[in-house]
């Protein structure tokens, strides 16, 4: 079965990567027809990369972590750019019709028949043109989205007011990260630096809401040790999120048991004794793909995953204490919501991470960031503390939040 998978996802990346690659090919290289060499040293460059990424994306689920990270680096950057490139030529489409009817409109009102010189059709001219700009746009993007990735979190502090919030807890903290995606670009320097940071805020709970790791325990254990660290008058709390089921969920929970972080699957626990809340936490919308005997994750927490359980999360509790639920994906919401669920933290979209990629989020999950009320219900969503993939984010900063609740 983990065979099987592994080959569709190697054959839908291959073909992903020939529609991208060729189009780039088409638009950056061919169309512009450019002079020897730099027809040849285009087409050699885009085949070059094409190549390293998918060599890439096979060893990185098999060759050792060292000998992935330095080419994860450069395959994932690449990637990104790629992204870029791709949406500017695409907004480019629709102009290029109009712009070769300006310039030979031009070119004959000079008495000329829509040649600007020899060799250089109108057509020509538009294709070099864009071209140029494409890839001069493109990279000035990926520069300021791998700074924006790179650089040190922010602290996003977010008041959450809720009708039933005790009184006696009014300025409750709860910091929250999600998606940190430690891996191969995503090292134990930025991980350290989490804690600090987090810990700094000196907040009364800490929740990691999902995709921690992108990797086994057995080659990430030494990146994610500074976890150990994390400390919170209640507790430090973690829900799975489909890249960790990717990674084998029920290794890492047993892992970060050893770290002192409690995890939560499809279950709940009392804060604050009698006139305080429940907890309660959910395994991710992706777990039902990975039962017993399935994928890399083939055991269950205390019989309690692997599905999404929002009801057996929520049962048999007091209805009148308000109950904060830890859910990876968003898309949990509306059934939380009609449960009663006063506030659900989650994250898994990223804000989108790389713009224009908002859009095709947007239509997978309900809500891409921030706070968003259904009913008597609330939810925040992070944008992530880390990133997948590309080492870059656009119009999405990465953060660190600080909830505070009050009545």
Not at 13 to 42: E, K, M, T
Not at 99 to 115: D, M, N
Not at 365 to 374: E, F, K, S, T, V
Request: aromatic share 8%.
């Amino acid at each position: 079965m983990r065979i099987a998978r592994f080959a569709i996802f190697l054959a839908i990346v291959l073909v992903i990567n020939l529609i991208f690659h060729g189009y780039l090919w088409l638009r950056l290289v061919r169309s512009p027809n450019w002079p020897a060499p730099w027809g040849r040293a285009g087409t050699a460059t885009i085949a070059l990369f094409a190549l390293v990424l998918s060599i890439s994306m096979f060893l990185m689920h098999s060759a050792p972590h060292g000998v992935v990270v330095p080419l994860a680096w450069i395959s994932f950057t690449w990637m990104g750019l790629v992204f870029l490139f791709f949406a500017l030529l695409l907004v480019t489409e629709p102009l290029r019709p109009v712009l070769r009817l300006v310039i030979t409109a031009r070119a004959g009102g000079a008495g000329g028949q829509g040649e600007l010189n020899p060799g250089l059709n109108a057509g020509r001219m538009v294709a070099r043109s864009v071209a140029i700009v494409v890839l001069a746009g493109g990279t000035i993007l990926g520069i300021a989205a791998v700074l924006s990735a790179r650089l040190p979190v922010g602290v996003r502090t977010v008041a959450v007011r809720l009708a039933r919030w005790p009184t006696e807890l009014s300025g409750y903290t709860v910091v929250q990260l999600s998606d940190i995606h430690v891996g191969e670009t995503v090292g134990k320097g930025f991980v350290e630096s989490l804690v600090r940071r987090a810990n700094a805020l000196d907040p009364d709970m800490i929740v990691i809401t999902g995709d921690l790791v992108d990797g086994s325990v057995s080659d990430l254990a030494p990146l994610t040790a500074p976890l150990a660290s994390l400390h919170a008058r209640d507790g430090v709390w973690f829900v799975t999120g489909n890249h960790d089921y990717y990674s084998g969920a029920s290794a890492w929970v047993e892992h970060l048991r050893t770290l002192g972080i409690r995890e939560l699957r499809n279950e709940r626990v009392s804060i604050g004794g009698e006139r305080g809340f429940d907890l309660a936490g959910t395994d991710d919308y992706a777990a039902r793909g990975f039962g017993p005997g399935r994928g890399r994750d083939r055991g269950q927490a205390r019989g309690q995953g692997n599905e999404q359980d929002i009801p057996r999360a929520l049962a048999d509790r007091d209805p009148r204490r308000p109950v904060v639920l830890l859910a990876h994906q968003p898309r949990a919401f509306p059934e939380a919501a009609a449960l009663g669920v006063d506030l659900q933290l989650s994250g898994h979209t990223h804000g989108g991470q790389l713009f224009p990629m908002h859009y095709l989020t947007r239509l997978r999950q309900p809500y891409l960031a921030g706070l968003h009320r259904r009913g008597d219900s609330m939810i925040y969503v992070s944008r992530g503390t880390g990133y997948w993939g590309p080492p870059m984010r656009l119009g999405a900063p990465p953060e660190i939040t600080r909830i505070v609740l009050s009545p």
